[in-house]
């Protein structure tokens, strides 16, 4: 059984700062890619950065770029999203999700989500 689990959110400031985990288990990691998205209320889930395990190509939106960065532990099996100066509308719940291939972005399996509060 595929299983996401991701750790990591919580409440802080504008212009602080988390760093999310998501632990992949039941899945093989290599040749596969992780991706981070997120869900504020009333809107849709967006991807936020996403990850190769296979060649360490990534994906980033635009309004996270130069604040948010994604990592991989291939040997741990997780995946890191970590996100500085914070803001507001970063608000949401935040979701790994899991593909194999290269495709960035692919999610054919998901995580429960963790809460990610940003006052202001």
């Known amino acids: 059984e595929v299983q996401l689990v991701e750790s990591g959110g919580g409440l802080v400031q504008a212009g602080g700062s988390l760093r999310l985990s998501c632990v992949v288990s039941g899945f093989t990691f290599d040749d596969s890619a992780i991706g981070w998205f997120r869900q504020a209320p009333g809107k849709e889930r967006e991807a936020v950065s996403c990850i190769s395990s296979s060649d360490g190509s990534t994906f980033t939106a635009d309004s996270v770029k130069g604040r948010f960065t994604i990592s991989s532990d291939n040997a741990k099996n997780t995946v890191f999203l970590q996100m500085n100066s914070l803001k507001p509308e970063d608000t949401g719940v935040y979701y790994c999700?899991?593909?194999?291939?290269?495709?960035?972005?692919?999610?054919?399996?998901w995580g429960q989500g963790t809460q990610v509060t940003v006052s202001s």
């Open positions: 999700a899991a593909s194999y291939g290269v495709v960035l972005c692919g999610d054919d399996y």
